[in-house]
């Protein structure tokens, strides 16, 4: 996979305050990248610089090998992290006003419009206006406005809020659609269980640097502690002075065993055999979220 | 410098003026006010003992009556500049809002410049606020050509084609100066709440024509006038007041329309800063000071 978007050391601040720091990453051509971090992170702002709305200080940013500039942004379709649509004017209207504002034709922007508006079900909405319509369709509306004019480079932002289960998964389909095809997508969410389903990489960012980037099985094996639940017909508690473990919770006849950042839990089981016959080994791997929260926790706390 | 594209700036406007144009305000507000400046015209003539019934009207009375509806005509002509100046300053400043606060904006602008956005807006507005104009004055042509009473008036008041003229151009001018700066308070604030205190401030020069007028019509060569005439605020309504029953010299109204450019291009480059920083900030409502400073690193 070639490099298709890129940040390379950028920096960003207003007024003195830093909101971006020294932030660099790279999204593979054709994957689904997820930005993810806590609340004023950072992750807005960095948005920004990827689509050109903000000038970063100092570092890089190119589409495709490119600075951003008019012609690159048009390869690039966003859907902004709270609604941003016309109120009062047709679902149309809007549609084939931002579709002509990204470089289409006036006919074709018409076409597209209804060709994705029978797709995600809301033709028949398509002379209404947008504050009659309900937010589940008003996200539906926001989303064809992203990706009208068959942008190469999909950003989104929170796009999963305010949608009930059966437009995440109807939405779910859509970027794995979109990624077959081809396309790039940066996703930036909260929501650890999507970004773990649908990410191919991610990136965390917290007050405003990147923390941990990479893969995601790699950053969950490399991060994450595995907690073990073990039950041997022997001595217990004789686990606890193996080197691995972090954290020992004798609860009887099991126990659970937090291992240490980069400890086998394979070295574990081998221990637990020469001390007695294994019945249980039970291994968890963590989840985004857990690694979400160790790291975030320890640096901010 | 980015380039500018003549089709985004296009898109931008056509949406303005397509949107409003058919809109029901704007059609109430073009036929309702001409309706009520004709009937505060009329409905006192009919008021009035009736000339003929009694008498058969004289010269002294004719001259009169001529004074007083040239008077009438020109409050009519000045009023309509005022309110137009204003009423679309506000349009412009509460479209611009409510693109910020609907995030609409972070879409245009990944595919828009802050400046055309900023330039279609003006223009589109502006489209829709010289249609208005344009059908007040087929109107008013039409009122003329079909009644004595219009014919008489427009010949008591020594109208030539001169006076359109000059109004489109100072209307012209004193729009772009004001919807310039109506778009910068609109970007700057979140809501029209916060906006409040600037547009304000931006209503006090519109509330000083509308109290300089009077001396101005009573004397129109006084320095007074004269001055007020030439601050670019005020000069769009006191020259045109001036020109209408006056004749300043020649030299007086060219340095006030080459006044009123300059400092066109100067409330433009100024509020375009404004407007490029403002519509991304959100959250707090920003100071004087803070809004001077985006005005530096813009």
Known sequence: MSAGVELVGVRKSFDGVVAVDDLSLTIPTGAIFGLLGPNGAGKTTAIRMLIGILLPDSGEVRIFGAPVRRDVTRRIGYLPEERGLYRRMTVEDNLVFIGRLAGLAARDARARALKWARRMEIDRWMASRIEELSKGMQQKVQFIAALIHEPDFVVMDEPFSGLDPINVNELNEILLDLKRSGRTILLSTHRMDQAERLCDEICLVNRGRGVLSGPIRQIRSANGRCTLRIEIEGDLASLARFPGVECFIDRGNHADIILCAGADSQDLLRRAMRLGRVVRFELREPSLEDVFVTVVGERNG | ?298
């Open chain 2, 1 to 298: 410098m980015v380039k500018v594209s003549g089709r985004t700036i296009w898109l931008v406007m056509e949406r303005e003026f397509l949107t409003r144009i058919f809109s029901r305000s704007f059609l109430a507000s073009t036929f309702l006010i001409p309706a009520f400046l004709v009937a505060i015209v009329v409905i006192p003539a009919y008021l009035l003992p009736h000339p003929h019934s009694a008498r058969p009207p004289v010269p002294p009375d004719r001259i009169a009556a001529g004074i007083v509806s040239a008077a009438i005509a020109v409050a009519v002509l000045l009023y309509v500049l005022f309110v137009s100046l204003f009423s679309y300053g506000a349009i412009v400043m509460r479209s611009v809002l409510e693109e910020k606060q609907s995030r609409v904006l972070e879409i245009l602008l990944c595919y828009a410049s802050a400046d055309e956005l900023m330039a279609g807006k003006i223009l589109g507005v502006g489209g829709l606020a010289l249609v208005q104009v344009l059908i007040w004055i087929g109107l008013g042509a039409l009122g003329v050509a079909m009644s004595t009473t219009g014919r008489a008036v427009l010949a008591a008041t020594h109208f030539g084609p001169g006076a359109l003229v000059w109004f489109l151009l100072f209307e012209i001018l004193g729009y772009l100066l004001y919807s310039a700066m109506f778009c910068a308070v609109g970007a700057a604030f979140n809501s029209i709440d916060e906006a409040q205190q600037w547009t304000f401030i931006l209503v006090l020069p519109l509330v000083a024509t509308g109290m300089l007028l009077s001396p101005v019509l009573s004397a129109p060569d006084s320095a007074s006038a004269v001055i007020g005439s030439m601050v670019p605020f005020t000069a769009p309504a006191l020259m045109y007041a001036r020109v209408l029953i006056g004749s300043p010299p020649l030299w007086q109204t060219m340095l006030c329309v080459a006044m009123l450019i300059a400092s066109i291009a100067a409330a433009v480059r100024v509020c375009a800063r404004i407007y490029r920083v403002g519509i991304l900030m959100h959250g707090k409502r920003p100071s004087a000071r803070e809004i001077a400073r985006w005005i530096h690193y813009a």
